[in-house]
Each structure stands twice: as structure tokens, then as C-alpha cells.
């Protein structure tokens, strides 16, 4: 809890920086809640913050993402995960980019899980809607987390390349009322019956020029989880409020 805290306010601050001096620049943060059913099925706090710049040369995003559960003192999830993603010409019918994330979550098995990322995204948009499709290459690096069974041998850290595809669409279905869909689809190159999908739905309610109401329903799917104890489904339900500036 003390990390979420110390990482919102070094966020908050650094759009506050970001605002003061350059023009072209937006952020965005969330704090909500969410019920996850899966490996774990409990309540529990989150924070997202994002950073960007666009233009029509490139486009630069940052972001992080806290989940935090805790019960009779217990802690019972925690997850951080960062991504750093660069476009040449965003507003293109074809925009190349890289981008680098970082994830942990013990509970999910991963330790840490480093990728790199580099690909093309093909975008058709228009004033109230968009539909976007990205393909890319992924290198990562898995350290996994010991099996609660003692039985069980851990299993081996590995390196693993993988593709990446993930149509995307974005709706304003009213004046104030927007749905976006995106869903990723990563098999591992060398065994496609190794693959894992993350998939998001969300409508978003404008209450005022800053703050927004978001509903959300998170789906994850690991084809081969790190253990045996681990499941391959975990589902959320998450309900946030948004600003952005």
C-alpha cells in the first residue's frame, strides 16, 4: 500500500509539471475498485496513471498499474505492471512503434516478466468512432514465482518470443457516454498451444470536463499458467473514477 500511495503522488505531481511548461501533452488517473473471480476471488483497490504526448510526427505514452488486496492484515494480491510505448506518425493509416512494459504479481505466479515490443498498428478512424488492429513481435523474460505446493518443482525461468495481435474499437455512443474494446492475443512463436489473451470492455460517462465514471470487465487467459496450482482464467469487475487533464 505504501508503494501505490508514493507511486499517485509522484505521478500527480509530474503532470502537474508536465502542464506547466509543454503543450501537446495529456494524463490521466484512475482509482477504483474491482471483484476478481480466478486465482483471486476478493475485492480490492487500484490505481492507473498515464502520461502522453502526441503530435502528429509521434506519440509517447507512459503508464503504471497498481492492484492491492489485503484481509485481516493479510495481503493477498498485489500486482504492478509499467509500460513505456513510442509511434512514429500516430495519426496514419500506419504508425510503427516499440514500446517496453514490465510486470509482477506473485499470486498469478510471475516474479517479474520483462518484454520488449516492436510492431505496426493499422488504424481507421473517424470523429465518433475508430477501429485499430496492431501486430507485433515480443521477446520476454519470465522469472516465476516457487509453487505453494511443496511437491511441485518450481518451474524454470525463461525467454520466450511471441506474436502479438489485438483489435481494438472505440464507440461514443451518446453526447457524454464512450465503449472501447480491446483484446490481445499472444501465442508463443515456437508452440502456439502456449499462448495468453487479455482482453478489456469499458464504458466511460463524462460527469464533467475532468472527471469521468468508468465501468469496467477485465477477462485474462494463460493457455500454460507458471504452476499447477495456479488457474488459467482470471475475470474483474472493476468500477473507476477517472480525471483527466
Excluded: C
Excluded at 516474479?111 to 468512432?129: C, E, S, W
Amino acid at each position: 500500500m505504501k508503494k501505490t500511495s508514493f507511486l499517485t503522488i509522484i505521478f500527480l505531481i509530474s503532470i502537474n509539471i508536465i502542464f506547466a511548461q509543454k503543450d501537446n501533452w495529456s494524463g490521466e488517473f484512475k482509482l477504483g475498485g474491482s471483484y476478481y473471480k480466478g486465482n483471486i476471488n476478493k475485492t480490492d483497490l487500484r490505481s492507473v496513471g498515464e502520461v502522453s504526448h502526441k503530435d502528429s510526427t509521434f506519440e509517447f505514452n507512459t503508464s503504471y498499474k497498481t492492484v492491492y488486496g489485503i484481509n485481516n492484515n493479510i495481503e493477498n494480491n498485489r500486482e504492478f505492471s509499467s509500460i513505456a510505448k513510442f509511434d512514429w506518425r500516430p495519426y496514419s493509416v500506419i504508425s510503427p512503434f516499440i514500446a517496453f512494459s514490465s510486470y509482477n504479481n506473485i499470486y498469478k505466479g510471475y516474479d517479474l516478466r520483462l518484454t520488449g515490443i516492436g510492431g505496426a498498428k493499422f488504424a481507421f478512424t473517424k470523429p465518433n468512432y475508430s477501429y485499430s488492429l496492431s501486430v507485433a513481435g515480443l521477446y520476454s523474460i519470465e522469472k516465476y514465482t516457487p509453487p505453494t505446493n511443496p511437491d511441485e518443482t518450481k518451474k524454470e525461468d525463461a525467454e520466450k518470443v511471441r506474436l502479438s495481435f489485438r483489435p481494438k474499437i472505440k464507440h461514443k455512443l451518446a453526447a457524454n457516454t464512450y465503449f472501447e474494446h480491446y483484446t490481445f492475443y499472444q501465442p508463443n512463436f515456437n508452440d502456439f498451444n502456449d499462448y495468453m489473451i487479455e482482453s478489456k470492455t469499458s464504458i466511460t460517462n463524462k460527469l464533467t470536463s475532468v472527471l469521468f465514471l468508468d465501468l469496467s470487465f477485465e477477462y485474462e487467459y494463460v493457455s500454460r499458467p507458471p504452476s499447477v496450482d495456479i488457474k488459467k482464467e482470471d475475470v474483474a469487475f472493476i468500477i473507476s473514477l477517472i480525471v483527466k487533464l
